[in-house]
């Protein structure tokens, strides 16, 4: 992050002229609130091309997951609760990658934006069943998962709010979206997707980025 950070800071510095702005995808597709701005069209685009830029040149390695939830309701006549299988998906393929690094053996925080907008961070009942889905899964308790042999002691939770200003949530809510129309809408140009799919793990020999994007089902 020690790249990532301030490159995202001098974005905002760039655009907004200070850097407490929170970068929600949702916002700058609607072009609402600090994003109004971005209802001119050459103004939106210089304005995309940067971000795409700042994006391309961030050192970082990217494991997604993408439910196709119409898809998993009709494969299943009791489907998981598709957010509780991505995290199980992106969970495992992570520690599958510090592994490989031999980093394993050290904390590594997983910061998940909270679904439980009108508790504290947490607190809501959506984050409870969160965080114990979370705990089953690095315990190796899953039914999905080999038993203890798959557990995951060196994943620890934290919750934050949508409203804090987290550069890697903020990088993270910008290219989900990208990978999800990816794969649900696969016709459709998406230079983002572009520039993510470079950064995908491609596994310990560097061939298939069907190990940094899980698809289901």
């Not at 200070?18 to 916002?27: F, G, N, P, Q, R």
Request: with cysteine; proline share 5%.
């Amino acid at each position: 992050m020690r790249i990532a950070v301030p490159a995202m800071q001098e974005f905002k510095f760039r655009w907004f002229g200070h850097d407490t702005i929170v970068m929600h995808e949702a916002d700058i597709v609607k072009r609402r609130g600090p994003f109004h701005f971005l209802q001119f069209d050459k103004i939106r685009s210089r304005f995309m091309d940067d971000l795409t830029e700042v994006i391309e040149r961030m050192p970082m390695t990217v494991i997604a997951s993408v439910i196709r939830k119409e898809n998993l309701k009709r494969k299943y006549a009791r489907p998981d609760n598709p957010y509780q299988l991505g995290l199980l998906f992106c969970m495992e393929k992570t520690h599958a990658f510090i592994k490989h690094n031999g980093n394993h053996e050290q904390q590594c925080h997983i910061v998940c934006e909270s679904r439980s907008p009108r508790e504290k961070a947490g607190q809501g009942k959506e984050d409870a069943a969160l965080e114990l889905e979370f705990r089953r899964i690095a315990a190796g308790d899953h039914y999905l998962q080999g038993g203890k042999e798959d557990s995951m002691p060196c994943f620890d939770m934290i919750f934050a709010s949508k409203l804090a200003n987290s550069t890697g949530l903020q990088i993270a809510d910008l290219i989900a979206r990208p990978i999800g129309l990816r794969i649900l809408k696969g016709g459709q140009p998406n230079r983002a997707f572009d520039v993510i799919s470079g950064k995908l793990w491609k596994g310990p020999l560097g061939k298939s980025q069907a190990f940094g994007l899980k698809v289901f089902p």
